[in-house]
């Protein structure tokens, strides 16, 4: 799968063949970059994006007299006033996708993938990777490939085949299931 350039011309972001376009422009509309949208329609990719940082902007945006309530919410585990950073950790075309999801068969970890089709976004946090990994190494195994330990590509990832995405995503749970804070979350992008 190759990934696609946005382009930064000038006619970016119109409907194609508005400024003549050429190759790949022509025959489908061209999005600005931050015009993602997780409408069934038009979603062409699967993303699945892991948390980076988390940030609490308490110099400008909250006022003396909250901050308190801020922390004491902070401090029973609620995220009011919490700024999540995600960053795309894996990507793959629907087309993937769907047939990860045939590799999974039947089931609740299947289930939970196919949220992303059903509601447009999941989140993986983990008390969902004791489900989904037994389901990943079994697809895995299914498709003749074991995953090495230790192998996981640093920044983002884009998938082209079943075995490849379902390698990336075991080590995606990983690191939601070792580090304290970290979740992830899958959606369909434009």
Do not use: N
């Not at 422009?25 to 699945?48: I, M, S």
């Not at 988390?54 to 400008?60: L, Q």
């Not at 447009?120 to 004791?130: N, S």
């Amino acid at each position: 799968m190759t990934v696609r350039q946005r382009p930064s011309a000038p006619g970016a972001g119109r409907a194609p063949g508005a400024d003549g376009g050429t190759g790949a422009e022509r025959g489908r509309a061209v999005r600005p970059a931050a015009a993602h949208t997780t409408d069934g329609r038009t979603a062409r990719d699967v993303v699945f994006y892991r948390l980076g940082k988390k940030f609490v902007d308490h110099e400008r945006s909250i006022p003396e007299d909250v901050r308190s309530v801020l922390y004491y919410t902070l401090a029973i585990g609620h995220h009011t006033g919490v700024i999540d950073c995600l960053e795309p950790r894996l990507a793959t075309s629907r087309v993937v996708f769907s047939d990860v999801l045939a590799a999974l068969g039947t089931g609740e970890a299947a289930d939970k993938l196919r949220g992303i089709e059903r509601f447009g976004e999941i989140e993986l946090k983990k008390e969902h990777v004791p489900l989904l990994k037994p389901a990943v190494l079994a697809a895995l195994e299914g498709c003749g490939t074991v995953p090495e330990p230790g192998t996981a590509a640093a920044g983002l990832v884009v998938a082209a085949d079943v075995p490849s995405w379902l390698e990336e995503f075991l080590f995606l749970l990983d690191e939601v299931q070792c580090e304290p804070a970290v979740y992830a979350m899958g959606r369909r992008v434009s």
